[in-house]
């Protein structure tokens, strides 16, 4: 058996923070190595536990989410990031994905795809460049040249919203 994947909570709210934790810990494939309470605290940690993944919330006090995810990229840190977050929309999660992150789940997810995901996380290797690349693309295709650009013109063309898209 390998070695257990070292994950990182990031979470505002202890009661989610522990029950994550207390998911993850019951299984032996993952190590908590830490938790975090705002993105402050998860650089912080981040850099000094070397966590494998990174649960991170996307709305927390003192420093979000989105910023943590930035601040980690810059660093160079090595861990991926999993956004865990309540918002299913583009609008939420294309700022995380664009900042570092490697994916997203929804908080009400099932166990069994957290662990999945989180297992994914450790393997999966997109780097910085793939994503402006895959971004680039984005809005060539769309006509436009950033990110809050596409977002609208995303809503015009009825590709993102409350609907399923065309």
Sequence with gaps: ???????????DHPVVQDGLSSMFARDPEFTVVGEAADGAEAVRLAETLEPDVILMD?????????TAIGELTRRGVSARVLVLTTYDTDSHVLPAIEAGATGY??????????LRAVRSAARLFITEATVKTHLLNVYAKLDVNDRAAAVAEGYNRGLLGATEPP
């Design 58 to 66: 996307l709305r927390m006090a003192g420093m979000d989410g989105v």
């Design 1 to 11: 058996m390998s070695d257990p994947i070292k994950l990182l909570v990031a979470d």
């Design 105 to 114: 789940l929804l908080k009400d997810a099932p166990r069994d795809e957290l």
